[in-house]
């Protein structure tokens, strides 16, 4: 009996993939899981399980086989209207022992809505021990531009990506989280070496500003710089690698217009503003972020890819040092928004679609 179902599993998943040629490889892509509503991101445990956020406000565990356990007990409260929820989340570097987990949300109060990030414990049927480490001030109405891509560094400190909420000049603005990127310890703790920890009127959390909604951040696996990619208005989508202290430019300079054509801001360049590594236009809508370091597909070995929602793609970029020199579109048969890559410790692909009936979907390389 269990041969039997194990050999209709395997017809299951295999009739549901896709092949694809890319440039470099030939992959086929197969559905791991599906049934989600509107996952954002994905997190490997040791173990080989993985958990997922749906943007509604539940966390799941996912077996290997791609099983699906019931929400999870432990969540704060979620505000999860319009581009709002429970978002990105990551595992601890020393999870194997201390079972610890990282995740953004959107947190309601006074004021509105407002990114927060908690820490918690994984544990038999839950989150234990959880802490919020860290909230947006202020909090803002509306549901839009939150950011809240999560990246842990070696040094025991988060960066956080976060959205302007639509409210463009306070990414210009040193006194608030909005249009942020920012750098805490683990334990919600202000890094001394952060670059406005000793400027009067500048919150300490804040690594670089002048950023719109920053929905993709990941470290170069040989230098360790941190990329990061954000959503234009109309065209202007930006890879960027945020440094300490420095502007990047939102609303003053961009290399889009507003939705309604109307300029923004006063053009594309202005003194003491960063210019992008990259930059989309019209806009692919980026979503997630991964340097493949794997070696399943070896052809791609240092490629960042990118998911992108208006796009509806898989974007693959060859690098040259911190130039992008080429750019591949991939999964355009799948027809569905892309919310999150990453690359699994078995050196695979997976990506997460964006639906109501969102799915974890793999890449496999054909030999």
Partial sequence: MRLLAMVALWFCVNALAQ???????????????????????????????????????????????GTLSAPLAGLPTVAAQGQGGLLDIIADRDFAS??????????????????????????????DDLRIIF?????????????????????????????????RDRAQ??????????????????????????RAGALPE????????????????????????EHGARGGDEINLPEAGRNYGWPVITHGIDYSGASIGIGKAAPGMEQPRHFWVPSIAPSGMAFYVGDAFSPWKGNLLVGALAGQRLVRLEL?????????RLL????????????????????????????????????
């Fill in 19 to 65: 092949e694809v040629a890319s440039e470099r490889v030939r992959f086929r892509v197969v559905t791991l899981a599906s049934g989600l509503d509107h996952p954002w991101s994905l997190a490997f445990l040791p173990d080989g399980r993985m958990l997922v956020t749906e943007r509604p406000g539940r966390l799941r565990l996912i077996a290997r086989n």
């Fill in 206 to 229: 804040i690594w670089s500003y002048g950023h719109r909604n920053p929905q993709g951040a990941a470290l170069h696996p040989q230098t360790g710089r941190l990329w990061t990619h």
């Fill in 98 to 127: 201390n079972k610890t987990l990282y995740f953004c949300f959107s947190e309601p109060g006074p004021g509105g809505t407002g990114s927060a990030i908690a820490r918690a414990r994984l544990g038999e049927v839950g989150l």
């Fill in 332 to 367: 355009a048969d799948v027809n569905q928004r892309i919310r999150d890559v990453r690359v699994g410790p078995d050196g695979l692909v997976y990506v997460l679609t964006d639906s109501s009936n969102g799915r974890i979907l793999r890449l496999e390389p054909l030999r």
């Fill in 173 to 198: 603005d040193l006194g608030t989280h909005l249009g942020k990127v920012i750098r805490i310890r683990t334990d919600g703790s202000i890094p001394p070496d952060n670059p406005f920890v000793n």
């Fill in 320 to 328: 040259a040092g911190d130039t992008v020199k080429h750019e591949e």
């Fill in 135 to 167: 909230r947006q001030s202020p909090k803002a109405s509306g549901g839009l531009h939150f950011g809240c891509r999560l990246v842990a560094a070696p040094d025991a400190t988060l960066f956080a990506t976060l959205g302007e909420r639509y409210q």
